[in-house]
T-cell receptor, first 114, second 113 residues
Framework: AQSVTQLGSHVSVSEGALVLLRCNYS??????LFWYVQYPNQGLQLLLK????ATLVKGINGFEAEFKKSETSFHLTKPSAHMSDAAEYFC????????????WGLGTSLAVNP | NAGVTQTPKFQVLKTGQSMTLQCAQD?????MSWYRQDPGMGLRLIHY???????DQGEVPNGYNVSRSTTEDFPLRLLSAAPSQTSVYFC????????????FGPGTRLTVL
């Protein structure tokens, strides 16, 4: 069965430090890949996605992610963390055979320390 | 565009009560979903709809009903609320293209006593 694994349910970084949130997936076919962000007491919003083409994808707020098929990974990075980046981040992949159904990771809570 | 709207924002129910969570979208999307979000369990799909008049079950459908009479609206009904249904509920709509974005509503925080 398909699955998405986000390594680390909680990640803490200092303001200005590199942000790295890890996502690995298992899928029998190349999926579409997504990162969503959820700020406190809000719904989820799309940060970035990979469908086809260039494997390095840039999103909003300075985030980017690279699709590595050989490693079945889609890690999210940001060179310099800002206090406003504190949020819950979810990785998701499309379900094989149904590109509108998503398989979700359990989320990573990012804390940014001053 | 308002996007996806949900009402109410908060609700407290007693065990056995029924209620309907409302969801509406103004993006003319065919595909809509209901999720519940619980700590440590991520998002779980309750029901979804691929268009007006067509609904199907997700991974946790028990205790919930849905209907889709219009493209815009996708209400979620709790038939007889149980404490296990205490959760945050999100409605989402999706465009028709490959790998399209899911647009989420702000959520309804439900507590069942």
């Amino acid at each position: 069965a398909q699955s998405v694994t986000q390594l680390g349910s909680h990640v803490s970084v200092s303001e200005g430090a590199l942000v790295l949130l890890r996502c690995n997936y298992s899928s029998s076919v190349p999926p579409y890949l997504f990162w969503y962000v959820q700020y406190p007491n809000q719904g989820l919003q799309l940060l970035l996605k990979y469908t086809t083409g260039a494997t390095l994808v840039k999103g909003i707020n300075g985030f980017e992610a690279e699709f590595k098929k050989s490693e079945t990974s889609f890690h999210l990075t940001k060179p310099s963390a800002h206090m406003s980046d504190a949020a819950e981040y979810f990785c998701a992949v499309t379900k094989a055979g149904n590109n509108r159904k998503l398989i979700w990771g359990l989320g990573t809570s990012l804390a940014v320390n001053p | 565009n308002a996007g996806v709207t949900q009402t109410p924002k908060f609700q407290v129910l007693k065990t056995g009560q029924s209620m309907t969570l409302q969801c509406a979208q103004d993006m003319n999307h065919e595909y809509m979903s209901w999720y519940r979000q619980d700590p440590g369990m991520g998002l779980r799909l309750i029901h979804y709809s691929v268009g007006a008049g067509i609904t199907d079950q997700g991974e946790v459908p028990n205790g919930y009903n849905v209907s889709r009479s219009t493209t815009e609206d996708f209400p979620l009904r709790l038939l007889s609320a149980a404490p296990s249904q205490t959760s945050v509920y999100f409605c989402a709509s999706i465009g028709g293209g490959l790998g399209d974005t899911q647009y989420f509503g702000p959520g309804t925080r439900l507590t069942v006593l």
